[in-house]
Nanobody, 123 residues
Framework: QVQLVESGGGLVQAGDSLRLSCVAS????????MGWFRQAPGKEREFVAA????????YYADSVKGRFTISRDNAKNAVYLQMTSLKPEDTAVYYCVGYNTLYYASYSPPPYWGQGTQVTVSS
């Protein structure tokens, strides 16, 4: 059984930084893209960032570009999301995802999802 377990969420103030971690088990993702989605209250789930199997290619939503950095450690079967200059509109449940492909493709929804971790940014 594949499991993706997120950690690192919490309550922070606007302008603060936070680092999310996600560790996978039950399947190795060293040859698969991984990423992050988020869902704010009353809104649809949205793409945040993704990273290719080697870490050589990254993808970001326009709303987080320049503030968030995605990275991975294939030896640990893990992916991370470093978030800086956080804004109240970043408040959401953040989900770690895994793909079956080497690279992220917007038309290909991720088959593997974590349970999510709450990030709350106060103004």
């Amino acid at each position: 059984q594949v499991q993706l377990v997120e950690s690192g969420g919490g309550l922070v103030q606007a302008g603060d930084s936070l680092r999310l971690s996600c560790v996978a088990s039950g399947r190795t993702f060293s040859r698969s893209a991984m990423g992050w989605f988020r869902q704010a209250p009353g809104k649809e789930r949205e793409f945040v960032a993704a990273i290719s199997w080697s870490g050589g290619t990254t993808y970001y939503a326009d709303s987080v570009k320049g503030r968030f950095t995605i990275s991975r450690d294939n030896a640990k079967n893990a992916v991370y999301l470093q978030m800086t200059s956080l804004k109240p509109e970043d408040t959401a449940v953040y989900y770690c995802v895994g793909y079956n492909t080497l690279y992220y493709a917007s038309y290909s929804p991720p088959p593997y999802w974590g349970q999510g971790t709450q990030v709350t940014v106060s103004s």
